[in-house]
């Protein structure tokens, strides 16, 4: 299964490929490493679409009047753990001496971390059993997320990066589009069902990366890590790397954008339109992802097709912040359920555009590809921050006015503006087109 022996860390400086060439530290995968990797973020998907539903339907059920706050409460904790945990999976992965290669160890034990998050959360009787069980889940799923991500700069050649991004997120919008769907029909089940049938399937999908992978194997130990070294894990200089901090700002913005409609969208959906059947609200929020991964879908490909071969990234994700922000408006500004799946869909266009261009954007703005897990780690902290940070913005905002938590156009507002803020930031690269 893995490579032979190489060092990723290219000791003699004219031995690493440079990152604006189409050169990749990782040898030739097979073609079922492609159906993996593209499977892999499936996974990632449903795993979304699980917490998305299950999670706020069971605290509905416990609680519904503190529903939204208990919800801000477990993803902040999850968020949290994550956050530490995930940039230190990737500055360990680059160091990593195993035999499995220096990325698979990762995917498995996130699988093993995920699955025991899901068994707890699936017999969890309080909130405090749910947030641990959830906090689990979060921190497998960011260790397999800075596998898939670092494989972008190991494995995948710089000229089909906006492709190869549009498609990884086409299969994660489509997984969610699944989780959401698949929590639903399981929803019948119990709370057993609704957590260990998606959450298992999402698990086993990751599993088959672990298998396909022919992973880079490092020959030679790692240079010791002193204080600097480890606090580095969690930094890179905005004034040193100035493109690479803009590009990471465009994506944690875009990503709190998107995470404020996801996170909210079972409880937006319920009070906003008055409907307190967990079916009826499922139904919808199905035909809400349905109309956002259609439009995701065509819009990724039709831009990662047109990013690839213009070598521009810049205006994919211009077009698809203003896009997000403009759908968010119109979802919002009308009291009808059909106005609301057209701004969602209109939301799914945009990220379309967006996600087209993002990861190559972003392992184009890296400082070095010696790094590249560490790095990696960093941009995926980008992702994973507003996991943090939404819900206690979330918890504040939907109480504008709302006791119970349910001013959700204020959310939405919110939403627009980080949109906006990351169509400025992403102008402000200068050594990416």
Known sequence: MSAPAVDPVFPSPSSAPPLASDAIPGERQS???WVAFVLAWFGSGIAQ????VAIPQLLKEWNPDQATGDLSIVLTLGGAAVLITTPIFGRVSDRSMSRLGIRRPWILSGAVIALVGYAIQATAPSLLLLGTGTVLVLVGWGAISMTVHTLFADQIRRSIRAIMSAVTGAATALGIL???????VVATTGQAGMFLIPGGLSVLLALLLFFALKDIRRATPAAPLDWNGVLATFWLSPRRHPDFAWAWMCRFF?????????SYLYLTISGRFGIDDPAAIASVQTQATAAFTLMNLVMAFVFGVISDRTKRRKPSVVIGSLASAAGLVLAVSFGDIVWF???IAIVGAGQGAYIAADVALMTECLPSIDDAGKDLGIVAL???LPGILVPVFGYFATRIGSPTGENFVALYMGAVVMALIA???VT???GVR
């Open 178 to 184: 699944g989780g959401v769907s698949l929590s639903g």
């Open 254 to 262: 875009m990503t709190a954008s998107i995470v404020s409609v996801t």
């Open 382 to 384: 980008a992702y994973l």
């Open 423 to 425: 169509a400025f930031a």
């Open 428 to 430: 402000r690269v200068k």
């Open 341 to 343: 799946l057209v701004g």
């Open 49 to 52: 679409g699980v917490a998305s």
């Open 31 to 33: 073609r079922w490493f």
